[in-house]
């Protein structure tokens, strides 16, 4: 049974929720707009400041989808309030990050540097040389964007040298010993 899938969602105030056919639920709020198309077998209700999910049956997709259906709207509600950051710190020698307008440009030991142009919906800053922060209000793109950037050069296990969350834990290994 999906203890999640059963919570109430709050709607704070300056936020609005709309479901139209086919379970496709909008919402509005301070920081802009998502929408997103749910599975149509659920049923959605809204009801003074609150949004409950119900599942149709008891079948193990039905439930699987019950927590992930509330999270998703969860998600949206959260992210047009309060948005979403995700922070990327950059250790090596000569390796940095810079921002000019909406290019991020990366030098990360490669031969040449890295230009990135930033997807829409999604803010990119650099206050120093060795630190990214990514905003936004869907946290999926947010995510994803991130997990892209960290990509280009993941922090490899010996010098820890590398893009990483900033509070990623690396674990580091022994390098070799001379005889």
Not at 133 to 138: E, T
Request: hydrophobic letters at 30%; zero cysteines.
């Amino acid at each position: 049974m999906s203890r999640i899938g059963l919570k109430p969602i709050t709607v704070p105030g300056g936020v609005t929720v709309s479901v139209a056919d086919g379970n496709v639920v909008t919402v509005k709020g301070p920081k802009g707009e998502l929408t997103q198309a749910l599975n149509p077998d659920f049923t959605i209700k809204q009801e003074d400041g609150t949004i409950s999910v119900e599942r149709p049956s008891e079948s193990k997709q039905h439930r699987s989808l019950h927590g992930l259906t509330r999270t998703l709207i969860n998600n949206m509600v959260e992210g047009v309030t309060n948005g979403y950051e995700k922070v990327l710190t950059i250790e090596g020698t000569g390796y940095r990050a810079a921002k000019s307008g909406k290019k991020l440009t990366l030098n990360l030991g490669f031969s040449h540097p890295i230009e990135m142009e930033d997807p829409q919906g999604i803010e990119v800053e650099v206050p120093a040389a060795n630190r990214i922060i990514v905003r936004g209000i869907d946290k999926q793109q947010v995510g994803n964007y991130a997990a892209v950037i960290r990509a280009f050069r993941k922090p490899e296990p010996y010098k820890g040298k590398g893009v990483r969350y900033e509070n990623e834990n690396v674990r580091r290994k022994v390098g070799k010993t001379g005889k």
